[in-house]
């Protein structure tokens, strides 16, 4: 089995708040008199007011700790575009593997609360480096997620590790967000994996609450340090 230590890391923080600004909608009123000399759009069409951010809901789930934490190895086959891919990696015991047939590439350890879970999908054929991954999903979070839904982004790290006597390049994004009533802590992060090759092979998503930062930091460590093609 692979291992890998982290060797050398860049953090860059801060904050989005409420993605890339608020969007607009329409609204038509028939019939709208217009005072002369007054300016108005045409058609009597104006801007919607914008949604208010959401407050969150706090989440009574206990926090997860890294105490608690043991780990196994799971070794798996995903479908990537262009091949079969077997994969291991290690996470924590009693986290259960699920699949999903529309997305044949990855597969998901959830925790028996389904409060939890990490995500690997396999990147074949390879097309970006780690940085240009996380720098793509950071502008896609920005385009993507509504202002009400509060986007933070929390830190970015560009980071190398080594693994069997090689370096290769990992890129991480930590951030959270509203999508329902609770705020929902995500880490996701790219790998370099294969053998002299600079560019992602691997994409992971970590996710959790807020008060699982801790926990959720060993989580990602032990399944960067671990995880690998093992064909």
């Not at 990696?89 to 699949?99: F, S």
């Not at 780690?130 to 997620?145: F, N």
């Not at 590790?161 to 994004?173: H, M, N, Q």
Request: net charge negative; proline share 8%.
């Amino acid at each position: 089995m692979k291992t890998a230590v982290l060797v050398s890391g860049v953090v860059l923080l801060g904050v989005v708040g409420g993605a890339a600004g608020y969007e607009t909608g329409v609204l038509t009123e028939p019939g709208t008199t217009l005072t002369a000399g007054a300016a108005a759009p045409l058609g009597g069409v104006y801007p919607a007011a914008p949604l208010p951010v959401k407050t969150p809901v706090p989440s009574d789930v206990p926090a997860l700790t890294t105490a608690e934490l043991t780990f196994r190895q799971h070794t798996f086959q995903v479908q990537a575009s262009d091949r079969t891919v077997e994969m291991a990696i290690q996470v924590p015991r009693g986290w259960q593997l699920t699949t999903n047939p529309k997305s044949p590439a990855e597969v998901k350890f959830l925790d028996p609360l389904k409060e939890r879970g990490v995500r690997v999908e396999a990147i074949s054929p390879p097309g970006l480096s780690p940085k240009e991954s996380r720098q793509k999903l950071v502008v896609d979070l920005e385009k993507s997620q509504a202002p009400e839904n509060d986007l933070r982004i929390v830190s970015q790290t560009d980071d190398q590790i080594e693994a069997d006597g090689e370096l290769r390049a990992v890129s991480t994004l930590i951030y959270t967000y509203i999508p329902n009533k609770t705020r929902r802590y995500v880490i996701v992060c790219w790998v370099a994996a294969a053998r002299g090759d600079d560019l992602a092979t691997v994409e992971m998503s970590i996710t959790g609450l807020p008060q699982d930062a801790a926990g959720l930091a060993s989580v990602l460590q032990e399944a960067t340090r671990s995880v690998h093609e093992t064909g």
